[in-house]
Each structure stands twice: as structure tokens, then as C-alpha cells.
């Protein structure tokens, strides 16, 4: 398996480089495409808000201020993605729809990577990460200090649908690795699981994998962050949003708890 084009959402700001950067050091082992794609606010969201006579007086000027900011975004990001020296990367600026347009590049990517802040619903890229994890369904990296390819990686596995979903599609990363531990945590789930089942589904495909059981209870994510911590985990491998979306906001879900935390980067999967 391998991954052949990177997709790195950029909004025009200052994270953009880093963005770029992190979306390069995971498209460069595998020789892949990097997308990067301004993803500026959407004049058609804004200007329903501005009434019947948008054309004109303080409207207009709110509209023209808009596509200057636009402008001057895409010019940041171009040179963001020109700064990478990447010969495979390639910038894309979104236009109206945006949000349709970044759902169809997303699609055809085998990673979307994001910042840490976007994760944590920060700035102008968080709506965005909702998006490609929640209702686009893709696969999401966010990617942290210290993200590289070969150093090792942590698979969260609960034998769930996205814990599962998110472990097949990490193969390709995986096989780089040069430790891969599946942790587990069976008290601390509702269902009955094997980790060795998933231990063999990687040996299949060529990729070594050692089994670490945790004995915690309760809220699996602490657990499962010391045990990455313990291991030197470069990458963490797990589902996201297990359950309903707004119980989780409410309630805070193992996915809240690993993206507010300062692990290694996640690789996530819905």
C-alpha cells in the first residue's frame, strides 16, 4: 500500500508554512503529490447577512474588504507552498463554493493534514477539520513537533468501526515504522476484543506489530496517551467521534481528550 497525493488545507496565515511542512515530511517518503489548497471564508456564507441592499454603502465596503483579504491569503499561501521546495507540490485556491470544493479535493486525497490548533478549534481552519473528520469521513492527520515518518507508532484499537477504519488506513505509514505497538484497553470498553486479531492483520501485510493490554478502566484516553508517552510514540495511530458528535462535545469523548492533549501527532479516522 502507499499513499500517492497529501492534502494540506492552508488559510492564508501565519500557520501556513508549518502546515506545509508537516504535510511534507508525510508526502515525501512515499513520493506523493502535495495538494495545497487556500481555503479562504466564502463570500456567498457572508453575504447573506448583509441584507437586501448589500450593493451598496457600508455593505459594498465590507465586500470589497473581503476579496482583499482573499487576495492577500491566497498570495500568503502561495508562497507558503512555494517555500517548501517540494517538487511534487502543487497549490489549488478554492473559490465560491468553498466548502463544496474543498469536500471534492479532500475526496480525491489519501490524507488531509491539519495543525494542532485547527484540531482544537482554533482559527480559520476549524471548521474546516470538522468537516474532512466528520462529514467528509477522511482519513486526518494532525500533525504535532516532532511528526516524522519511520519512528514509532501507536495503534489505539478497540475493535470498533472507526478504531478499525482508521488502523487499515494507517498501513501505508505503518509500514515505515520502525515500531509498531497496538495498545489496547478491554476494561475500559463495552465490547469484546482481540488485539491480536489486528496483530495478524498487520503481520499480513508485512508489518511487525507487538501487543500492549492496558488494565485501566474508565476513560480510555489517559491510559492510552501514557502508554504512547512510554513508548516514545511519534505517531498515534486511532478513531474519532466513536459516538454521537454533540455527546461528545458535551460530554468530551476519548477524541476530545487526544486532541486537547500535547501527544504525538494523531492520525485520525471517523
Keep these: 500500500m502507499s499513499w500517492a497525493r497529501i492534502m494540506a ?153 472507526e478504531a478499525s477504519r482508521a488502523a487499515r488506513l494507517a498501513t501505508p505509514i505503518l509500514e515505515k515504522a520502525s515500531r509498531v505497538v497496538i495498545v489496547g484497553a478491554p476494561k475500559a470498553s463495552s465490547r469484546t476484543f482481540d488485539p491480536e486479531r489486528l496483530k495478524a492483520y498487520y503481520a499480513a501485510r508485512g508489518v511487525a506489530a507487538e501487543v500492549r493490554l492496558l488494565t485501566d478502566a474508565g476513560d480510555a484516553a489517559p491510559a492510552i496517551l501514557h502508554a504512547a508517552a512510554e513508548v516514545g510514540a511519534d505517531i498515534l495511530v486511532a478513531g474519532a467521534f466513536g459516538h454521537p458528535r454533540l455527546q461528545e462535545f458535551i460530554f468530551g469523548g476519548t477524541t476530545r481528550t487526544l486532541l486537547g492533549s500535547d501527544g504525538p501527532s494523531l492520525f485520525l479516522s471517523h
Design 9 to 161: 488545507p492552508l488559510s492564508g496565515g501565519q500557520g501556513d508554512a508549518a502546515a506545509v511542512a508537516a504535510a511534507k515530511t508525510i508526502a515525501e517518503p512515499f513520493g506523493a503529490e502535495l495538494a495545497c489548497v487556500y481555503t479562504p471564508a466564502d463570500v456567498a456564507d457572508v453575504m447573506p447577512w448583509m441584507g437586501e441592499g448589500f450593493l451598496g454603502g457600508v455593505q459594498t465596503t465590507a465586500l470589497e474588504s473581503l476579496k482583499e483579504a482573499t487576495a492577500a491569503g491566497e498570495a500568503n499561501a502561495r508562497r507558503a507552498a512555494e517555500g517548501a521546495g517540494y517538487a511534487k507540490a502543487r497549490f489549488i485556491a478554492l473559490a465560491t463554493p468553498v466548502w463544496a470544493g474543498l469536500s471534492a479535493e479532500s475526496r480525491l486525497s489519501d490524507v488531509v493534514v491539519f495543525a494542532s490548533d485547527s484540531a482544537r478549534g482554533r482559527g480559520p481552519l476549524a471548521e474546516a477539520f470538522q468537516q474532512m473528520v466528520a462529514d467528509e469521513q477522511r482519513p486526518v492527520l494532525v500533525a504535532r513537533q516532532g511528526l516524522k515518518v519511520g519512528g514509532v507508532a501507536v495503534v489505539a484499537w478497540d475493535g470498533g468501526k
